[in-house]
């Protein structure tokens, strides 16, 4: 039996505890005030930071909240009253910055979710949400920070997030489990 507190499970939690003893809750509650208020939320990150997102768009689909993820055949227009919402850990893409542009000429509110706030993407943005997590930006060398390869601790950590933020949404928008649970697909 290998000891738990060194095991790289127990290593890669309190990774995660990390994250979130450093997270500026306020800035989670104005993410969440803003999707809430939208008209609709469009969702966008890339590679495994856009398994997340997609992840917290099925959730708030369940919550009845008009969401899209950018990409999708069926994602609708934004322009004022809607929000883009953007995770881009380690602070640009091109695909980002590009879709970024296109959502604030339209008028959407853009939000960016980020391990690095002074990147080219949260400058860009109208409210940053820092994840203090590393990324692919800071994974080598005297940067590096966690056991997990690459941006994982990033990723793992948007889940969490995500998570966290349908609870308080779910409170917001005073809908029961009941309601999100009739909402799911019958088509498994």
Do not use: C
């Not at 994602?75 to 929000?83: H, I, L, S």
């Not at 990033?154 to 609870?167: C, K, Q, T």
């Amino acid at each position: 039996m290998n000891d738990v507190s060194t095991s790289p499970y127990h290593t890669a939690l309190k990774e995660l505890e990390s994250v979130f003893s450093r997270l500026d809750d306020a800035k989670v509650d104005a993410v969440v005030d803003a999707i809430a208020k939208a008209k609709s939320t469009v969702v966008f990150g890339g590679g495994r930071e856009r398994l997340q997102i997609m992840g917290f768009a099925m959730r708030l689909y369940h919550m009845g909240v008009p969401v899209a993820v950018e990409g999708d055949m069926t994602t609708p227009p934004v322009g004022p009253g809607d929000v883009f919402l953007v995770t881009v850990g380690p602070g640009e893409i091109s695909t980002a910055l590009a879709l970024i542009g296109v959502a604030h000429e339209a008028g959407a509110t853009v939000i960016v979710i980020t391990a690095q706030p002074n990147g080219r993407a949260p400058a860009l943005a109208d409210l940053v949400l820092h994840l203090p997590a590393q990324t692919m930006a800071d994974d080598q060398g005297a940067a590096k920070s966690s056991i997990l390869p690459m941006g994982s601790l990033y990723e793992g950590a948007l889940f969490v997030l995500f998570e966290v933020m349908v609870l308080k949404l779910r409170e917001r928008v005073s809908i029961t489990p009941e309601a999100m649970r009739a909402r799911h697909t019958n088509l498994e």
